[in-house]
């Protein structure tokens, strides 16, 4: 990295190191899910103080560049991949066209009180009732996202549905509805909750990636909007997102 470094030499050194390692991931040669050196070579390899290129970590991490994982080092974030997409892409299909098996487990299926963000976004009154399905879905056998939707009333019949594979085929297949275009979008980065951890079998205060995400069909009508928690503490299946 440090062909890169030394850009700007009236800046502080953290910055320096900051805005060389931010260079690198805008630029592609660091990846989504690449690990980036430790914080002892980085500090060998610009010949600066472990406290100099902590501060320029923490810098990367409040920007959502790079996200640490505990006992196992620091990595590119997806977040800025997720903020970029627009399109939508069924999860089982992205995990197949990558050789990886998927199954949902569905923990529940019922009729709430949508919110009142929900109403407009489903253009119902307000107080109105939707589907919500609340599911844990395996890559090769690790619960790896957390989600949550919420679907719009006149789909109430897909709670006696087999919903262990792709909802995105179902709806296309039965229900003649093509998801197409993603609007609301926003994503972040926490520590899991108790409910978290305990579907995606982690261990508690483990970091976890949110997506929020209004999605709406070819014809701009809305479909759905989900929530997704997204475990990132294995990083050798974490990048399954990325198409």
Known sequence: ?????????????????????EKRIKSGKLKPGDKIPSEVSLQ???????????????ELVKNNYLIKLQGK???????????????????????KMQGKATIAKVVRTEMVTATRQQCRFFNIADGSRVLCIERVRKVDGLPVVFETNYLHPSFESLKHED?????YELLQEKYHVCPARRGLNEVGIIDAGKKETE??????????????????DNRGDPVHEVLQIVRVDRPEVF???ID
């Open 163 to 167: 919903l262990s594979g792709s909802m």
């Open 73 to 95: 080092g620091t990595y590119v974030s997806q977040v800025l991949e997720f903020e970029k997409k627009k399109s939508v892409s069924s999860f089982s299909r992205l995990c």
């Open 199 to 216: 579907f995606l079998e982690m261990n508690e205060k483990v970091h976890v990636l949110t997506s929020r995400v209004q999605v709406y």
């Open 1 to 21: 990295m440090a062909d890169v470094f030394f850009e700007n030499e009236n800046s502080p050194l953290y910055i320096q190191i900051r805005d060389a390692i």
């Open 239 to 241: 990048r399954y997102y």
């Open 44 to 58: 060998k390899s610009f010949n600066v103080s472990r406290v100099t290129v902590r501060k320029a970590i923490e």
